[in-house]
């Protein structure tokens, strides 16, 4: 039985505190979650210790890239060029001297930290919850912990540290930003490979051979690599209608205020782009299954905040810089669990950055650095079933609306549940019989009045719901989306980039039926007569 921790810290930030601390606990075959609510106060050391600790780990970082750039001037070192192995153990004690220079500082901010975040969360107001949570959690379970800010030390304190977390070997925990929606991707024709687009972006000072073997390695896996990408190979390869089940990149990045940067090539111009230059072509992406994005470059926290905001299921980035070893031993103890191994996200996360331990003699801080970014309406994805597809039993607007039914009665374990068995059944009926034994049965009454009522609405509208364009394949896209998006925005708010995200999940349809799928979902009659007519000029 899974268990899941949702903690939202309300209002307020660390200089002032937190007033009003939600926390939920959501178990597997109740419909309702036990709520918990309580207090933190305010801990502005926690911001000093973060600047400090990030500006020691900064400073042992750029020492590292120092020593490397040492391997490649073979003046300053007396070892014989012909023999290689020798060499590189000469410069692996030069590396490890020069990081040893501040381990002693370093590791006494960690352990500062890391005493000064447990000691804040054991502060009356909290620490009931806390005892609320160890009454009624097994050791031996999984557990998935979401934190609910947008607040960026909060985002960036080591959580794992939690006293907590430590006693409960099963458990991880993910961010999250405060608002998130719960949005079905369309059907897709089901197939047996993993579609992995793995980007390898500007290898400036870090080599990224290691990521594409264990990439190669994965048998159950259609892999397209993009090397050194342009912006419009790029582009062209995220909207490809086939879709991408996972999103890998590897190379340079960089957090810029709430948004995330990441260098694609070494050309001297037009090498790199924000994730808002990528949003159009990532809506498309995510519409057409993009399930996981995985970033192993440095400073990742803004790439995830922006992809938070498209509504992305699961990302996992670097809150750090990080080195290239670190991030390549991350990844390929991350693909072990979770690709060959079968794994959970959550345990596959855990295990790996767990590893990470043992070269933190020298890449200090190393397990503080990978961090799971999830959509808690959205079930994180598992190895076994991403690529299956939702068959045709029920349209993707009744899929919705049957998924709604269960989370109130089941609740957030609904969307899992439902994705499993429309992969293995071939029929309404059958999706029905299925589905009983989940529910208690004052459930199963009121489930199959529903989802009677429901069926009744998918025979009037199945032809209609299941009418597929054949013809001439004309296509969405990224140009004409972000036509739609800035003339929606102009009209209607922000509430646009929803209803485009809304009708991209309907399912392929022409430009035009594009259109005009978007102009009905706009309830004022002036308003969508006047989208109509600006796209019309437009076209």
């Known amino acids: 039985m899974n268990k899941a921790i ?41 911001v000093q210790l973060y600047r400090n600790w990030q500006s020691i780990y900064t400073h042992l970082c750029s020492r590292l890239v120092d020593a490397n750039e040492l391997r490649k001037q073979p003046q300053l070192t007396s070892v014989d060029k012909s023999n290689k192995d020798d060499d590189d153990d000469e410069l692996e004690i030069i590396s490890e001297g020069i990081t040893n220079i501040s381990q002693v500082n370093f590791d006494e901010v960690c352990q500062l930290l890391e005493e000064n975040l447990n000691a804040w969360l054991n502060t009356p107001g909290f ?40 006693d409960y070997p099963q458990a991880e925990l993910a961010l999250s930003q405060p608002e998130y929606i719960r949005q079905p991707q369309k059907q897709r024709e089901s197939h047996n490979q993993i ?41 062209r390869q995220l909207v490809d209608p086939q879709g991408w089940e996972i999103l890998f990149f590897a190379g340079h990045s960089h957090t810029e205020g709430e948004t995330g940067r990441i260098y694609l090539n070494e050309n001297p111009t037009d090498n790199s782009l924000t994730i808002a230059e990528l949003q159009a072509d990532l809506k498309i992406a995510i519409a057409n299954g993009l399930k996981l994005a995985v970033f192993n470059s440095c400073d990742g926290l803004g790439l995830a905040n922006s992809l938070g905001k498209l509504y992305i299921p699961t990302t996992i980035i670097m809150r750090e810089q990080v080195p290239n070893r670190v ?45 799971i970014c999830q959509n808690p309406a959205i079930e994180p994805p598992i190895w076994l079933n991403i690529t299956e597809s939702v068959r045709l039993v029920l349209s993707t607007e009744k899929i919705y ?35 009983l034994p989940y529910l208690s049965t004052t459930q199963q009454v009121e489930f199959q009045q529903k989802a009677n009522s429901l069926l009744e609405q998918l025979s009037a509208n199945l032809e209609e719901d299941n009418d597929v364009v054949n013809g001439e ?18 009209l209607v708010g922000p509430i646009g980039n929803i209803l485009i995200q809304q009708v ?17 979902k706009i309830p004022d009659p002036q308003l969508r007569g006047k989208f109509q007519q600006r796209m019309r000029k437009v076209d």
């Open 127 to 166: 620490a009931g919850i806390d005892a609320q949570l160890r009454s009624q959690l097994d050791r031996e379970l999984e557990i998935q912990v979401t934190l609910e800010t947008n607040d960026g030390i909060l985002r960036r304190l080591p959580w794992h540290c939690w006293q907590f977390l430590q």
């Open 327 to 371: 991030a390549q031993e991350f990844f390929k103890y991350f693909l072990q669990g979770f690709a060959l191994s079968h794994l959970s996200l959550y345990t596959s996360v855990r295990r790996a950055r767990e590893r990470l331990k043992v070269i933190e003699n020298e890449f200090p801080g190393a397990s503080w650095l990978p961090v």
């Open 401 to 435: 609306a049957f998924q709604k039914i269960l989370l109130d009665l089941i609740g957030p374990i609904a969307p899992n549940l439902l994705q499993n068995l429309l992969t293995q059944v071939s029929n309404y009926e059958d999706l029905m019989r299925r589905l």
């Open 504 to 520: 991209l999940n309907l399912g392929e349809r022409p430009p035009n039926a594009f259109i005009e799928a978007l102009a009905a």
């Open 195 to 235: 579609r992995i687009l793995a980007v390898l972006a500007s290898t400036d000072g870090i080599d990224l051979a290691a990521e594409q073997r264990f990439l190669e390695d994965l048998q159950d896996a259609q892999i397209h690599f993009l090397a050194n990408p342009s912006q419009t190979e790029l582009n």
């Open 473 to 490: 394949k004309e296509i969405v896209d990224a140009e004409l989306i972000r036509r739609c998006e800035q003339i929606l925005i102009e």
């Open 6 to 46: 949702l903690i939202n810290l309300g209002s307020g930030d660390l200089n002032t505190g937190f007033a009003r601390v939600t926390v939920q606990l959501w178990v597997s075959g109740y419909s309702r979650p036990q709520q918990f609510v309580g207090s933190l106060p305010a801990a502005p050391i926690l």
